[in-house]
């Protein structure tokens, strides 16, 4: 990063033992048949994995240090990185089992990111010291491929005090395969979420139905459209209409309300489907609040139409179009019915929600929602007076999805409440408590999307997933202060532990990883001829028999 600079090396060969020995000091600087230093692949990998840069920017960046690499490089290097971090991990397996064990031992969370074909990314992480213990490309999420990966993380860090992972079917069953008798919980918000939808989804459904049979979203934006193009058009300064509508008062210049109002309700009406606090169906239900807006609508547009003036035809035809619309949608077939229904579903999930203490109504803290620490008797008795509530309400007993939750709270019940669990230490005794929520291994798969998103534009995952490195989670670790330290294991830096490791043996192993999901060569070229069948047809024709 200093700069360019040519090395002069003297290789001294021993006849006794026929050994070749190089120069440390460079090998300390630039790793064998290289032209990059050590400090150019560390700045290229936190460049790529921990600020999210494009290559494009990391080769500007590079630049400016007098580095120039071509694309490609970039890439490789970051890809280097991460097999000379994974394999330093590994080195480290021993002092970081050493370390969780000093604290009590660790609580495993599990949890996996996959999208449409691509093989599943799942990752285990110590939710005491937050720390990426492995991670592992697998088919999907069956059991047959997870256990394996859970018995590696048992042969490299014994049994965990706890497990915290999703209700997924296979993760159940391989949890209770590998470790079994070892206490295993539910991740609260994962359980929230697959009780809401079981309750609302249904009726959700039918809403979004009603709603896109209607094209109510694309008609009232066409129409808030029409609205903003007339304004615009006849010059109309609407200040003193916003004015008097916010502060209350008489407007002088009604000429043109039909066109403000117009233009304003639609657009507060659309405003409803943005509506949430970042927690995501079924805690926010956008769609609902679309809904109640256009009820509201539909009870006030028949009295404002009645009192706009006369003389603006324009706006008039308009405005009167605009509340047919609304009209045709809420008194239209079912939507009544279903929005009844999801208003009492939703106050029902609502009510679960406070109960649990996490992802409460009217919170702001998004999917990073730890929950209230509350205490946990707290919280389990209100799930128990909830869940009696199914049975005494003679509507929740009679409705299958309402009994559809019960059934789960029961199925759950034990997995949900992680009272504080008491371990040996080598310092004595210590009162562990298990978090309740698997939040730390889903913000950092939120993250790997949000800097995929970022640097290409694109928010699928897909080929990210087929082509990335299964350790690339461990760059997670890199913020971890206690982390680095026995990472590192005395040294200063990354580049001098990189540089250490050059000479152990897996690093071979690792550099001749073949790439499976690149193109052999010559073959990118023809599979781009379009009568590609032909020309293979017409080889085999001509050849002689």
Known sequence: ????????????????????????????????????????????????????????????????????????????????????????????TPRIEQAMQRNGGYILHLDATHEADAPALMSGMDGLNQIVLANVKIPSEKVDHIAPFLRQLQSDYGDPIACVHDMGTGICKAIAQVFPGTRDFVCHFHFLRDAGKDLIDPAYAQLRKILRDHSATKELRTMARKARQHIDTQGFDATCPLSAITDGEDCEDMAQMGLVLTYLLALWCLQGKKSGNGYGFPFDRPLL???????????????????????????????????????????????????????????????????????????????????????????????LQFRSRLDKNRKFAGDALCQKVAEQIDKYGDRLFADPIEVNTPSGSVTVYPQRTNNMLEQFFRGLRRGHRRKTGDNSMRRVLQTMLADTPLVKNLDNTEYMKILLNGKERLEELFAELESAPEIEVLQSEPDANGILPGFRKLIQEEALPDQVTQLFLMAPT
């Not at 460079?26 to 921990?50: E, I, M, P, Y």
């Not at 405005?319 to 609304?326: C, E, G, L, P, S």
Request: charged letters at 30%; proline letters at 3%; a positive charge.
């Open 289 to 383: 609040e679309f809904a109640r807006r256009l009820s509201t609508l539909n009870d006030c547009l028949p009295v404002l139409q009645q009192r706009l003036p006369q003389e603006d035809r324009i706006g008039n035809r308009l405005f009167a179009k605009f509340t047919r619309k609304v009209r045709g949608i809420v008194k239209g077939s079912g939507f009544a019915k279903v929005v009844e229904e999801l208003e009492w579903r939703c106050r029902l999930f609502d009510d679960l929600r406070e109960k649990m203490r996490i992802a409460e109504p009217g919170s702001r803290n998004g999917l990073n929602d730890e929950g209230t620490e509350k205490a946990m008797n707290s919280i389990r008795k209100g799930v």
């Open 1 to 92: 990063m200093t700069g360019p600079f040519v090395a002069h090396e003297t290789l001294l060969h021993c006849q006794q033992c026929n050994r070749v020995f190089t120069s440390q000091p460079l090998r300390r600087l630039v790793a064998k048949r290289c032209n990059v230093g050590w400090d150019v692949l560390v700045f290229t990998g936190n460049s790529l994995f921990q600020r999210h840069r494009t290559t494009d920017q990391v080769r500007r960046d590079l630049q400016a240090r007098n580095v120039n690499l071509c694309p490609s490089e970039v890439e490789y290097l970051g890809r280097k990185f991460i097999k000379y971090l994974a394999l330093a991990h590994r080195q480290a």
